[in-house]
T-cell receptor
């Protein structure tokens, strides 16, 4: 398996634009997590899914953020409209009940100017 | 809700020195415990994990960690560090009753001087 795949690796956008981050989890994993990493706040859990269903979205900062998982092999994190304070590295991770350790993707470095 | 505390934000040491990073968590039930490492510019990778059994667990690259249930601690150790161990280290807790939800500590940046 190629591991957790995220795209794009880097994204630079202007304030007010819509941003969509994508994630493909490891095949067979039934949990998917979205994390945000910044210098100030460290690693924050934004939302996680189990069997494509959102379980806990309490970490989503505000209504500008939304996440979907239409099927077991794909998830998106959308920010609309984006703001400079959204600049961060966004990581996707997946895991399974059989082996609960999380495997992380390479991350998407988002810069909002 | 559970929380994870890593006491040291930054550690600087020389090659061949011993390393110990502290991690304490607050949660009353049974937990799975993890240490992850993030090398500069890279993603998080698993160093080691504890699910049950022997509280002293060994991971990759010569790292080990000890789970002390009475102290709610899971400290990471390495007897002799190398320059290549320069990275940020994250402790994480997964309550067994909470699905696979991982809560991370704030991380410890380790700089090993050659």
């Amino acid at each position: 398996d190629a591991g957790v795949i995220q795209s794009p690796r880097h994204e630079v956008t202007e304030m007010g634009q819509e941003v969509t981050l994508r994630c493909k989890p490891i095949s067979g994993h039934d949990y998917l997590f979205w994390y945000r990493q910044t210098m100030m706040r460290g690693l924050e859990l934004l939302i996680y899914f189990n069997n494509n269903v959102p379980i806990d979205d309490s970490g989503m900062p505000e209504d500008r953020f939304s996440a979907k998982m239409p099927n077991a092999s794909f998830s998106t994190l959308k920010i609309q409209p984006s703001e400079p304070r959204d600049s961060a590295v966004y990581f996707c991770a997946s895991s399974s009940d059989r082996l609960p350790e999380a495997f992380f993707g390479q991350g998407t470095r988002l810069t909002v100017v | 809700a559970q929380s994870v505390s890593q006491h040291n934000h930054h550690v600087i040491l020389s090659e061949a020195a011993s390393l110990e990073l502290g991690c304490n968590y607050s949660y009353g039930g049974t937990v799975n415990l993890f240490w992850y490492v993030q090398y500069p510019g890279q993603h998080l990778q698993l160093l080691l994990k504890y699910f049950s059994g022997d509280p002293l667990v060994k991971g990759i690259k010569g790292f080990e960690a000890e789970f002390i249930k009475s102290k709610f601690s899971f400290n990471l150790r390495k007897p002799s560090v190398q320059w290549s161990d320069t990275a940020e280290y994250f402790c994480a807790v997964m309550p067994k009753a909470a699905g696979n939800k991982l809560t991370f500590g704030g991380g410890t940046r380790v700089l090993v001087k050659p």
